[in-house]
């Protein structure tokens, strides 16, 4: 059964700094894994789309990397904002779409 | 701009009641799909939708059902609700079955008194 896990469970930064967040799983055989952005209240918004023949996707400020044979995924921020704070979730698509439960990030101004 | 709606954003209902949530997407997409997330659990998928006349359990389906009629809706319904069912519920959709992006509704927030 795929499982996966986002640590830290939160984190804080000063703005400016270029962070990471994690991602891992425990089953490599995945079609696909989709970053997320949820905002206090909100729905889901989609950051990037790695298949799973990728090793990466950038938008913007935005890069997501994806190593399947470890189990793991980064997202990079660089120069992280106010603006960034949010809940950052990730999502493995097998014959299921599971869920991490997030990293909530927050970023001093 | 393509998108997808849910209604109602909030709702208050009794334990025992029926109640159907709505779920419409204007991207054309044959994939839809029910989450509810907890505190604790988050994002769980409660039932998904290929196609039209396609439904499917999900992790938590217990209690729950859909039926999809056309390409743009997929009701939920709690056949009879249950304070543990109080959630913020999340509809989705995307276009490809197993490689497509999602793309998540604004969610409603369902207190089960």
């Known amino acids: 059964k795929q499982e996966v896990t986002q640590i830290p469970a939160a984190l804080s930064v000063p703005e400016g700094e270029n962070l990471v967040l994690n991602c891992s799983f425990t089953d490599s055989a995945i079609y696909n894994l989709q970053w997320f952005r949820q905002d206090p209240g909100k729905g889901l918004t989609s950051l990037l789309l790695?298949?799973?023949?990728?090793r990466e996707q950038t938008s913007g400020r935005l890069n997501a990397s994806l190593d399947k044979s470890s189990g793991r995924s980064t997202l990079y921020i660089a120069a992280s904002q106010p603006g960034d704070s949010a809940t950052y979730l990730c999502a493995c698509r097998d014959d299921k779409i599971i869920f991490g439960k997030g990293t909530r990030l927050h970023i001093l101004p | 701009d393509a998108e997808i709606t849910q209604s109602p954003r909030h709702k208050i209902t009794e334990t025992g009641r029926q109640v159907t949530l709505a779920c419409h997407q204007t991207w054309n997409h044959n994939n839809m799909f029910w989450y509810r997330q907890d505190l604790g659990h988050g994002l769980r998928l409660i039932h998904y939708s290929y196609g039209v006349h396609d439904t499917n359990k999900g992790e938590v389906s217990d209690g729950y059902s859909v039926s999809r009629s056309n390409t743009e809706d997929l009701p939920l319904t709690l056949e009879s609700a249950a304070s543990s069912q109080t959630s913020v519920y999340f509809c989705?959709?995307?276009?490809?079955?197993?490689?497509?992006?999602?793309?998540f509704g604004p969610g409603t927030r369902l207190t089960v008194t």
């Open positions: 790695i298949q799973s023949s990728q």
């Open positions: 989705a959709s995307s276009e490809s079955t197993w490689t497509g992006e999602q793309y």
